[in-house]
């Protein structure tokens, strides 16, 4: 069981805004950062925010983040067939000392 | 650009000690700013932060993992490894060596190997 919930999956048509959502604690979301990650099929994660809603160069902004209290969301507007992927949030948990994962959210494009 | 490559056996054996070890090409291990770390998705699930080594030595483990997890880097040949001993089939996984940039956070992994697979099986 993962320390942060998310939506096993989600789905939309090419075009569509689709958004997933990630939801933790005090002690993880509530006080540090988010992070977003991209895992197409049979490749390592590839990483989609960091700081809640940076994007790293190369990343499109199509892909967009954001945090309110303990939770978090990350959104994909103007979806295309190869965003079809796990995606996967995580923060620092400070009662863990270390970085957490959410269990991931399928995302399928109709 | 930097990249990362996990070797390593694919099998390992009940109650043996799992070594993998991470090669760092494109740029050197020895420069400040990164953690080096190992994270493991066993298959059809999610992610699991396993540990991290900085180039001084300090280390930081999964409590669920410490007492089984040891890693270290050797600078002369741009590598770090790991080590998870007494593994159980619970340990089969793809692991993945990873690198976390300080300055973009704790949970920032920005580059990754591309992940061997390790069964515990007797």
């Known amino acids: 069981q993962s320390v942060l919930t998310q939506p096993p999956s989600a789905s939309g048509t090419p075009g569509q805004r689709v958004t997933i959502s990630c939801s933790g604690s005090?002690?993880?979301?509530?006080?540090?950062?988010v992070y977003w990650y991209q895992q197409l099929p049979g490749s390592a994660p590839k990483l989609l925010i960091y700081?809640?809603?940076q994007r790293p160069s190369g990343v499109p902004d199509r892909f967009s983040g954001s945090k309110s209290g303990a939770s978090a969301s990350l959104a994909i507007s103007g979806l295309r067939s190869e965003d079809e992927a796990d995606y996967y949030c995580?923060?620092?948990?400070?009662?863990?000392?270390?970085?957490?994962f959410g269990g991931g959210t399928k995302l399928t494009v109709l | 650009q930097v990249q990362l490559q996990e070797s390593g056996p694919g099998l390992v054996k009940p109650s043996q000690t799992l070594s993998l070890t991470c090669t760092v090409s494109?740029?050197?291990?020895?420069?400040?700013?990164?953690?080096w770390t190992w994270i493991r998705q066993p298959a059809g699930k999610g992610l699991e932060w396993i540990g991290r080594?900085?180039?001084?030595?300090?280390?930081k483990y999964n409590r669920s993992l410490e007492s089984r997890v040891t890693t270290s880097v050797d600078t002369s040949k741009n590598q770090f490894s790991l080590n998870l001993s007494s593994v159980t089939a619970a340990d089969t996984a793809v692991y993945y060596c990873?690198?976390?940039?300080?300055?973009?956070?704790?949970?920032?992994?920005?580059?990754w190997g591309q992940g061997t697979m390790v069964t515990v099986s007797s």
């Open positions: 494109g740029g050197s291990i020895s420069s400040g700013g990164y953690y």
């Open positions: 080594i900085y180039i001084s030595g300090n280390t």
């Open positions: 005090s002690s993880n979301i509530g006080s540090n950062s």
């Open positions: 990873a690198r976390a940039a300080v300055e973009l956070g704790h949970g920032a992994f920005d580059i």
């Open positions: 700081r809640n809603n």
């Open positions: 995580a923060a620092w948990d400070d009662s863990l000392s270390g970085p957490v």
